[in-house]
């Protein structure tokens, strides 16, 4: 890295290896105090405390998954990886990241609260008050590091509480050299083990003066009141820490939500398991010009069909905006970033395949419905025979077809396949935008994802680990700019758009209806009307045409309640108009304030990020409701 602020890390993660896709990442976090009375003693004591984390950390990998003979690690991809998180004031900071160096136990990631204004390079202490030991050299290439500009950013008394905050969001474990007394202010080693007590991870406890190394697990009862009072009750059931014990505790969070049912097996696992073995978008082998065919041809019906119903109007024009590079360039965003698109890509061709079958699906109905009674137009006995017979091959063949074309549909699990991929996609483009700041959509206490949708995000966060160089005014406003432009202004453009082509496709869809169903009237009508006076110039197959009209009107009305069931075009248009309504609240919000506090924009940014899993949410809810139907 760079040493001026607009420095771009470089130093590898692994991230982009082959192989290494998701790899099994762990972010041990560090807190202790600036004075040290027993530099050798509180040195061996950490060192026993992350050689128990190293021995879990073993250990993790083999842990039985869902009570059979899977091991946890079999859901990652790549190799494990440690990561030690952790400030670099004097005192215990400096010697937890000297022992963890000394073990090599994998990369260290330093967190600097302030940074010197005449220089440019980090602080440990503010400004106004920073020694000599809390002037850190600027950071070379090899060093991972995260700055926080206290100063710049308007909470020059702040500093250390921000660098307590990344930590907790960070942390999967705390290790903490800590005498034990309840938080004397925000920022502080008792507030930040409070916080990572609140959220619900295992703390690695070194009480100065001795060597044991006791575990404080994580509790998620009894914090609706004092969590003080209750952490204090806690500290008082301290037992000796294990590595087996922190193994369990951290394969219940890391593990994939599932577990073996008694018949069949976990709706959960096969979804996740089919995702790691199968991407839609990459065809391989044999099929890969059959699927390049369809492509360009079947799987665009449905698109056709949208530009068809849905066009008109412009959507609101796209504000230039960009990132800035010492962001963009960093590993961490471009892993989030490389996971949101394939699992968007993936998303976009499921979707194509998936509305296309259905349409396709209709319109085979439509064609055998129309089949069936073509024989009505024949004209003589012998005619009429084989119009039957013809007639009953092509109905039967649509019927196989539509047939077998459902079933495979059925069995390639497309419909969640393509659910759990937009997901997903949708979670990572909130987690990214949110990365950007420092946080995620949810700082809530930890607790084992419910989907392996989210299981997935969190591991693909955990192995981007936190931002890296300066964050400071300058750069804030730079990413309000770009999150207002790109996250919430993209949402605004495309809620608009889609708003306008629901609406447009329910329109289109509804009137197609009405007018099957108006000319049905009307050629029953007419019919009636001629033969009852007799109208001399009355063609000799009208009878059959009528017969014609009576079966295929009533299948254009049912196809297009069809549509309607199966895409809810009048729902998604409505609530397009609501979401887009409710980010636009939100950039009004960022547009509104003079260089928003830091803290705003988080919130802002979080809240749009639930937004969008909100929106993701609730379509997956209509979407499971609306599966691929055979007719007829």
Do not use: C
């Amino acid at each position: 890295m760079a040493n001026d602020a607009g420095a771009v890390q470089t130093v590898s993660l692994g991230l982009g290896a082959p192989g290494r896709r998701l790899p099994l990442t762990l972010t041990v976090g560090f807190a202790g105090h600036r004075v040290v009375a027993d530099d050798a003693q509180a040195g061996e004591a950490l060192k026993a405390a992350f050689a128990i984390v190293s021995a879990a950390f073993e250990t993790l990998a083999d842990a039985p998954l869902y009570g059979g003979d899977s091991r946890l690690g079999e859901a990652y991809e790549g190799p494990p990886q440690l990561r030690l998180l952790t400030g670099d004031a004097p005192g215990a900071d400096r010697l937890a990241i000297e022992q963890w160096r000394t073990a090599a136990l994998g990369p260290i990631h330093r967190l600097y609260p302030y940074r010197d204004g005449a220089t440019g390079a980090p602080l440990t202490d503010r400004p106004s008050r920073a020694k000599l030991e809390d002037r850190v050299p600027a950071p070379g290439p090899e060093i991972i590091w995260t700055g926080i500009d206290a100063v710049g950013l308007g909470m020059e008394a702040g500093g250390h509480a921000e660098l307590g905050r990344w930590l907790v969001r960070h942390a999967d474990v705390l290790v903490a050299l800590w005498d034990g007394k309840p938080a004397r202010g925000p920022g502080g080693t008792g507030d930040t083990l409070l916080r990572v007590f609140e959220r619900g991870a295992p703390i690695l406890w070194i009480k100065p003066g001795e060597t044991q190394v006791r575990l404080i697990r994580p509790r998620f009862l009894g914090l609706s009141g004092d969590a003080g009072a209750v952490m204090a009750r806690a500290v008082q059931e301290t037992e000796r820490a294990t590595a087996a014990a922190l193994s369990a505790i951290l394969a219940e969070a890391f593990a994939p939500p599932g577990e073996i049912l008694t018949e069949g097996r976990d709706p959960e696992i096969s979804a996740r398991l089919d995702y790691a073995r199968i991407d839609p978008s990459r065809p391989h082998g044999w099929l890969t010009p059959l699927a390049w065919l369809f492509d360009l041809t079947l799987w665009r019906t449905f698109a056709f069909f949208r530009a068809l119903g849905g066009r008109g109007g412009r959507a609101p024009a796209r504000a230039a905006s960009s990132l800035p590079s010492a962001v963009a360039g960093q590993p961490g965003f471009a892993y989030i970033t490389e996971a949101r698109r394939n699992a968007g890509g993936r998303a976009q061709r499921l979707s194509n395949i998936h509305r296309s079958e259905q349409l396709l699906l209709i319109l085979v109905v439509l064609a055998a419905v129309a089949v069936g009674v073509s024989p009505a137009l024949a004209h003589g006995a012998a005619e009429a025979e084989a119009a039957h017979i013809a007639a009953a091959w092509v109905e039967l063949s649509l019927g196989a077809f539509a047939f077998v074309f459902a079933w495979l549909a059925r069995r390639a699990h497309r419909h969640r396949r393509w659910s759990d991929a937009r997901r997903l996609a949708e979670r990572l483009r909130a987690a990214a935008a949110a990365w950007l700041f420092g946080v995620d959509i949810s700082d809530a206490p930890v607790a084992p994802p419910q989907t392996w949708t989210e299981w997935r995000a969190l591991a693909v966060l955990r192995a981007a680990g936190p931002r890296t160089g300066w964050l400071d005014r300058a750069e804030l406003d730079a990413m309000i700019a770009w999150v207002s432009a790109e996250l919430i202004g993209g949402q605004v453009r495309y809620h608009a758009g889609e708003g306008r082509a629901a609406g447009r496709l329910d329109r289109w869809v509804r009137g197609l209806a009405e007018a099957a169903f108006f000319f049905l009237m009307f050629s029953l009508a007419a019919y009636l009307w001629a033969t009852t006076f007799h109208w001399p110039n009355l063609p000799p197959g009208a009878g059959g045409w009528l017969l014609m009209i009576s079966a295929v009107s009533p299948a254009v009305g049912a196809a297009s309640l069809a549509l309607e069931a199966t895409n809810g075009f009048s729902e998604a248009a409505e609530r397009s108009v609501r979401f887009g309504r409710d980010f636009e609240k939100l950039g009004a919000m960022l547009a509104a304030a003079d260089q928003p506090p830091l803290h705003d924009a988080q919130e802002v940014v979080r809240r749009a990020g639930q937004l969008l899993m909100e929106d993701a949410d609730s379509w997956r809810d209509r979407l499971d409701r609306r599966r691929l139907v055979r007719s007829g």
